[in-house]
């Protein structure tokens, strides 16, 4: 049995029982929950390695779920939302989330994307390497922190491992396809909507004209690159 443990949050009896299922034969450890508010008091329970978050919960939804577990957590979220629900996804990996399924989905697709997260979130730990600085900005590969200044910035998991990766590759010009297969290590085909949003939210907490920005800079028809 392996020590990675899940957490899955979702009301939909048949979908929790073959999610559970899926991940139990792929060696995880499952708890699953129904509502959002069980889900929030197992997650300080269970102290999972991943969470599977339905966005349509009852009590507390999916969305003030991400909300609440982002803020005391870089634990990984997989949000699963419905088809047609693209707005509320994209403000769902706005809050957080680390990656999303929309339903309905092959539990092998589940499978193959809890990997992946997993997989990138156990190199966070092994990221090494002097600090990158540019102008008032320092980014600590070792420690996992940014200063802007000598003040701290706040950064989930992925907006760092999103900066760090073009920092780390300063001036060099990278397209939505390739930062995802990069920074996310799986390939979402024809999305680039999850790049856009972690810059945007980079671009908040870095630049101080995020209209205008001074390092995290996109080159039009193309992608996005670090200038440093």
Not at 196 to 217: A, C, N, Q, Y
């Amino acid at each position: 049995m392996s020590d990675t443990r899940i957490l899955v949050i979702e009301d939909e009896p048949m979908v929790s029982e073959v999610v559970e299922r899926y991940l139990r034969r792929d060696g995880h450890e499952v708890r699953a929950e129904r509502d959002g508010s069980a889900g929030l008091d197992a997650f300080d329970a269970f102290q999972p390695d991943l969470v599977v978050l339905d966005l349509m919960l009852p009590n507390i939804d999916g969305m003030e779920v991400c909300r609440r577990i982002r803020a005391r957590s870089e634990t990984p979220i997989i949000m699963l939302t419905a088809k047609g629900e693209e707005v509320d996804r994209l403000v769902g990996l706005e809050v957080g989330a680390d990656d999303y399924v929309t339903k309905p989905f092959s539990p092998r697709e589940l499978s193959a994307r809890v990997k992946a997260v997993l997989r990138r979130s156990d190199r966070r730990a092994s990221v090494d390497g002097d600090a990158l600085r540019f102008d008032s900005l320092r980014i600590n590969g070792r420690t996992r922190t940014v200063e802007r200044g000598d003040s701290p910035v706040e950064l989930t998991a992925r907006e760092f491992d999103l900066l760090f990766f073009l920092a780390s590759h300063p001036a060099q010009v990278f397209t939505r396809d390739q930062l995802l297969d990069s920074v996310w290590d799986f390939q979402f085909p024809g999305d680039g909507n999850t790049v856009t949003v972690h810059i945007r939210r980079l671009r908040t907490k870095l630049e101080s004209d995020p209209s205008r920005p001074r390092h995290l800079k996109t080159v039009w028809g193309v992608g996005y690159k670090f200038e440093p």
